[in-house]
């Protein structure tokens, strides 16, 4: 029934009917939620439903006909391009950056993502400028994220680009921006054709590109200063 349905939808060349859009939950928040409402007042025939959520959408299975993918690579059979590569780096309540200073990176404790429940140390943890610190915290959702580091819980990987947007996190001290993750808005093959889908996709793009230096590190500003990506 999806392919079905995405081939009738496929026909459409009107920029009319209903979108549905897929994108992650510190995405949406921190950056394409005013990009997604900006073309929502533009094009006042098309509907968007909104799926906020940190699964991947299956664009094979219709679950999204626009999935806005923060992600290293695709490798599923969709058609997409890459708005931006962006950046990232570890940021943390400015407390607690005055605590790296003093004692370098010993006593100090990461707050990780989805690594193994019972691990202290990570391979990412040894490349960065605290490779002491103790992996002890997890967090799997992107607005708790940023409210611990911000309430002092310890140091973590944040995109530069949400901490443009969020006051309160400082980039911790002695280290740099990585690269991090490219921004795709992605959609399926037999949607190629489909008028109101383009007419995303096209939106983004420029919109994005606009404001490109949002999702890159800027080298002018130092470590240890508020927004400093």
């Not at 699964?55 to 219709?62: K, P, S, T």
């Not at 003093?102 to 990412?124: H, P, R, S, V, Y």
């Not at 943890?125 to 409210?147: C, D, F, S, W």
Request: aromatic share 10%; glycine share 6%; charged share 25%.
């Amino acid at each position: 029934m999806a392919a079905v349905s995405r081939v009738v939808a496929g026909r459409d060349t009107r920029p009319i009917g209903t979108i549905f859009v897929s994108v992650p939950h510190f995405l949406f928040s921190w950056s394409i939620a005013a990009d997604l409402t900006a073309f929502g007042n533009a094009n006042e025939e098309i509907e968007i439903h909104f799926g906020v959520t940190d699964g991947l959408a299956n664009l094979e299975r219709r679950e999204a006909d626009v999935s806005i993918r923060y992600a290293h690579e695709v490798t599923e059979d969709v058609v997409g391009r890459i708005l931006v590569h962006c950046t990232e780096a570890v940021y943390c309540a400015p407390e607690y950056a005055a605590k790296v200073e003093n004692n370098g990176d010993q006593g100090l404790q990461w707050i990780g993502w989805n690594e193994e429940e019972t691990a202290k140390a990570a391979a990412w943890v040894k490349l960065t400028a605290y490779p002491n610190a103790i992996l002890r915290h997890r967090v799997m959702e992107g607005n708790a994220y940023l409210a611990l580091a911000k309430a002092g819980l310890g140091p973590t990987f944040i995109p530069c680009f949400v901490v443009d947007a969020y006051q309160g996190l400082i980039r911790a001290p002695f280290q740099t921006h990585v690269s991090d993750r490219k921004l795709w808005p992605l959609f399926h093959r037999d949607l190629r054709e489909t008028a109101r889908v383009r007419l995303l996709n096209d939106f983004l793009a420029e919109r994005i590109t606009i404001r490109r230096v949002e999702f890159i590190r800027r080298e002018t500003e130092p470590s240890g200063a508020l927004r400093a990506c």
